[in-house]
């Protein structure tokens, strides 16, 4: 088992920036693949950035140039930091971790653990 819990999110204007954190706990040596989702509301959960064990990252194309992830092992922690906050960004992020190593990392379906989740609201 894998526990991950996420902080760092809060209400900021637009055009400021933030740096969440995933901290896990449990099997973290068996962690592969680390990943950000959001999800705003009425929408789908959806895919922001990877990071797999060794270091490669993975984006989505809208946030490329802004978003950046990154993984401190000895730390069992995974970060995202956000820049040039817009509104639209507004969500509920969601940290996710998998065993599995796989070229895909952006399902949903890929990871087994989650957790709780926090919220970015970005005000115009």
């Known amino acids: 088992q894998v526990q991950l819990v996420e902080s760092g999110g809060g209400l900021v204007q637009a055009g400021a920036s933030l740096r969440l954190s995933c901290a896990a706990s449990g099997r973290t040596f068996s962690v592969s693949t680390m990943a950000w989702f959001r999800q705003a509301s009425g929408k789908e959960r959806e895919f922001v950035a990877a990071v797999w064990s060794g270091g490669r990252t993975d984006y989505d194309d809208s946030v490329k140039g802004r978003f950046t992830i990154t993984r401190d092992n000895a730390k069992n922690t995974v970060y995202l930091q956000i820049n040039s906050l817009k509104p639209e960004d507004t969500a509920v992020y969601y940290c996710?971790?998998?065993?599995?190593?796989?070229?895909?990392?952006?399902?949903?379906?890929?990871?087994?653990?989650w957790g709780q989740g926090t919220q970015v609201t970005v005000s115009s």
């Open positions: 996710a971790a998998s065993l599995i190593w796989d070229t895909v990392v952006a399902r949903r379906d890929k990871y087994a653990y």
